[in-house]
């Protein structure tokens, strides 16, 4: 248990996605514009990293492995499918968006029209399949550490882009040089803010 | 696909695909696109060489052969068909990097996996291969890819030279300058730091649009 | 033809799939035993750092040829032990090695951790075990060469897989690992491995410390938390040797006596 928190802290503050491995800065930059919009692709974000990681720990776990598929029978002790992971974990997270996009407009059109035009974006934020990737290489020991791990990783980039935002909506009216403006800008407040988060580093977890 | 009329290898047109994403059209710095991970192998130049190079051959295969099918192509799941070519590429890069250079790819590690959502191949995709011709298709993701893994050994170059004090791993600061031998430098450990890679990218964002004026953003 | 028609597009889609899977297994099979290869001849070359051989391997011709040769020439022995002390037959423990992380995934009694022994020219007998451990971004690992007295370090390596370039990565230069030989890793009879301690000089004169990293704090600390966590897994095997090698007339009387630092090995 304690160490399920401490993956969730971790993953929020520490090893953010934004600040500490550039994940998701498409749709960083391109939607950190205003703070609404901001908050709805976080919370998708969040949302699907939370069903995504989960559910490739297990494909993971149980089919792609070396050793993995011998709870079939043994005798695919042998089979090794890692390389096939990649492809498998994009078509996971391609298809359950899908499926998201499909299910929240059938029965919550509000927030479709609020979220709608952000989901087919999520499936190729790489936030979400380094999310994966990441659960893949960290090999994290079960489905309780991978959730609290997409949970923690969810909200850590949905932190960042509010935060983002809002600094946003207010340099808009400061003086920045021209050559900056915009995009530069941006990338330089994204470097400074990551250097606040290398603080929590000092968190002995 | 009206015009019937063959074009040279090399015409004016295919040159300019190629050229341009060096300077007015560069996927990071102008059309800000697939800044995602590739930043976070540039600590070093080697890695930051192998990632560009990665990098444009799956942008230029996968435009390619996005190009070859996109008449066969249901609209209903390009989305998917696209993410799998862009995928088997990036494991077929993955295989290979694994087997012929080791230590690179284990710096690389899961940065490598990432290509496939870097939003550069899945953009030039969209908004080039669908419509137009393999070849004109695979110039222009060569072009955007190498424009791409410009400023990523650009990046690679300034880090592990400010803040290593090598290149390509060689160390090329003499080490009598260093502090600890009584000169009067030592390295900027802060270069290495993940931050310190969108710094440098505004920084060449800067550079570039204060001399194109054109590019600035109102 | 209609496109957009559900019999084309499961049509289309198998299609896909089939071609991408042939595709890709024929490459990993293909290139499997190449990567493997590649694993096997780095760990091999890791182990022979440690105890300072196999340094000519990234300038050999041939790297893969020149670290099995050296590899062949220098490791003599390698065996399995249980946490409990005890050699476990029938293991490879070259095949544990490359696993190592899943065998420290396991509960504390059911480990098994190889043990690898070295001859060098001159004869000199070192133990090296290798280590596993979490860094600040990732795993780290490394091997510790022992001498024959299981007690001072010979050397060491430590490799990564993802800390920061420059500031936790540096455990893997000469100027770090170096501190480390010489050092002993027990106290009397208890087990203290090493400790790695922050501010430069802080660990001198100290036989059971060295200096961490300036700016590496938690990889440092990792070191040391790897150190400890991974010794103590060994330590009743250890404690065992050491035993016998206090008392190394009455327990092999049969044999004739050996000096403790010139063991010869029984292949």
């Known amino acids: 248990m304690e160490n399920i928190l401490n993956i969730f802290i971790r993953s929020i503050f520490i090893d953010n996605m934004v600040f500490a491995f550039f994940f998701g800065m498409c749709s960083f930059i391109a939607v950190s514009k205003s703070v609404k919009t901001a908050m709805g692709l976080g919370i998708a974000v969040t949302f699907v990293m939370l069903v995504t990681v989960p559910l490739n720990w297990l494909l993971n776990e149980y089919v792609l492995s070396g050793g993995a598929l011998s709870w079939i029978s043994p005798e695919l002790k042998s089979v090794d499918l890692s390389f096939l992971s990649f492809i498998i974990f994009i078509a996971v997270i391609a298809s359950l968006v899908q499926l998201v996009e499909m299910v929240v407009e059938k029965f919550a059109p509000a927030l479709y029209n609020q979220l709608g035009i952000f989901l087919p974006l999520i499936a190729v934020n790489c936030a979400i399949l380094g999310g994966s990737l990441f659960m893949q290489e960290r090999g994290y020991a079960n489905i309780g550490e991978a959730t609290a791990f997409g949970l923690g990783s969810g909200i850590g980039w949905w932190l960042a882009i509010i935060m983002m935002a809002a600094i946003r909506e207010k340099i808009a009216y400061s003086n920045v040089p021209p050559a900056l403006k915009g995009a530069g800008i941006t990338f330089i407040l994204t470097g400074l803010m990551g250097i606040a988060f290398m603080t929590f580093l000092g968190i002995q977890l | 696909m009206s015009e019937k009329e063959k074009e040279p290898m090399f015409s004016a047109k295919i040159w300019k695909l190629l050229t341009s994403p060096f300077n007015q059209n560069n996927p990071i710095t102008v059309q800000i696109l697939g800044i995602c991970s590739a930043l976070a192998v540039t600590a070093k130049l080697k890695p930051a060489f192998v990632m560009a190079l990665s990098v444009t051959i799956v942008t230029a295969c996968s435009s390619f052969i996005i190009s070859l099918i996109r008449k066969s192509i249901p609209s209903r799941i390009r989305i998917i068909v696209q993410l799998v070519v862009v995928a088997a590429l990036v494991i077929l890069v993955d295989q290979v990097l694994k087997a012929f250079v080791y230590d690179v790819s284990k710096q690389l590690s899961v940065f490598v996996g990432l290509i496939i959502t870097n939003c550069i191949i899945m953009g030039r995709i969209e908004a080039f291969a669908l419509g137009n011709k393999p070849w004109a298709s695979f110039v222009d993701g060569a072009g955007n890819g190498l424009g791409y893994g410009m400023i990523l050994i650009i990046l690679g170059f300034f880090r592990e030279l400010l803040g290593a004090g090598t290149l390509w791993g060689y160390q090329v600061i003499p080490d009598s300058w260093y502090v600890a031998n009584g000169g009067f430098y030592s390295n900027n450990g802060l270069m290495l730091l993940p931050p310190m890679a969108l710094i440098c990218v505004g920084i060449i964002i800067w550079i570039q649009r204060s001399r194109n004026k054109s590019l600035i953003e109102k | ?267």
């Open chain 3, 1 to 267: 033809m209609n496109k957009n028609s559900n019999t084309y597009i499961i049509g289309y889609s198998a299609v896909m799939v089939i071609v991408v899977a042939a595709v890709l297994s024929f490459a990993s099979l293909s290139l499997q035993s190449r990567q493997n290869d590649n694993v096997r001849i780095e760990k091999m070359n890791d182990i022979l750092r440690s105890i300072g051989e196999g340094e000519g391997a990234d300038s050999a011709p041939d790297k893969a040829k020149y670290v099995k040769e050296e590899y062949d020439k220098y490791i003599v022995e390698s065996y399995a032990v249980n946490t409990k002390g005890e050699k476990v037959e029938g293991v490879d423990a070259f095949n544990l090695l490359i696993n190592l992380k899943a065998e420290y995934d396991k509960p504390e009694a059911d480990r098994v951790l190889p043990v690898f022994v070295s001859r060098s020219d001159e004869g000199v007998i070192h133990y090296i075990l290798p280590v596993w451990g979490a860094g600040l971004w990732g795993p780290i690992w490394g091997y510790i060469a022992l001498d024959v007295d299981w007690n001072t370090i010979y050397g060491v390596v430590f490799d990564h897989k993802s800390e920061t370039p420059g500031l936790g990565a540096e455990i893997t230069m000469a100027e770090f690992r170096d501190q480390f030989k010489e050092k002993k890793i027990y106290e009397e009879s208890s087990m203290v491995a090493i400790s790695v301690l922050k501010g430069v000089g802080a660990s001198a004169g100290n036989i059971h410390a060295v200096d961490a990293i300036s700016g590496g704090t938690i990889t440092s600390r990792g070191v040391e938390t790897m150190l400890k966590d991974c010794l103590t897994d060994y330590s009743a095997y250890m404690n065992k040797e050491r035993a016998a090698l206090s008392a190394p007339v009455a327990a092999q009387t049969d044999e004739s006596e050996i000096p403790a630092d010139s063991l010869t090995i029984n292949k």
